[in-house]
């Protein structure tokens, strides 16, 4: 399964959100010019997200967008799936050989756990981790 454009700029629109979460809204145009997106692509991708009841608009001259719950209500899953549709690495059919089904359902299960165990939380507040063996090679 590949996430395309839309689920990786869906998800940092939420990620922009959940850093600002009680700041109150923040602009389409505040977050392409940070990530050097295009504007106009974000307005496209904030429309099925205020759909899902993901996030709320806020008009006016100081107008913008919010999330509607806290980042830790939200998973990365959840904003996925509004994006990109079903998670699923094929397309089931009935003639799917038993060994080969269970392979695809596992891959499913497992992008599925990763990106719902993962809330936006999560995502505004990782660390990378630190490698214990950092070696130096000179030649």
Known sequence: MKISTKGRYGLT??????AKFGEGPTSLKSIAEKN????????????????????KSIRGAYG???????????TAGDVIRVLEGPISPVDFTVE?????????????????NALDSTTLA???????????NNYMFYI
């Open 122 to 132: 999560d995502l505004i507040s990782f660390e990378e981790k630190k490698q214990e």
């Open 13 to 18: 629109i939420m990620m922009e959100l959940a």
């Open 64 to 74: 913008g967008y919010i999330l509607s719950r806290e980042p830790v209500s939200i």
């Open 96 to 112: 799917d050989d038993p060994a080969k089904r269970d392979l695809w359902l596992r891959i499913r299960d497992g992008v599925a």
């Open 36 to 55: 050097q997106l295009s504007e106009h692509y974000l307005e496209q991708l904030i429309a099925p997200l205020r759909n899902a009841g993901l996030v």
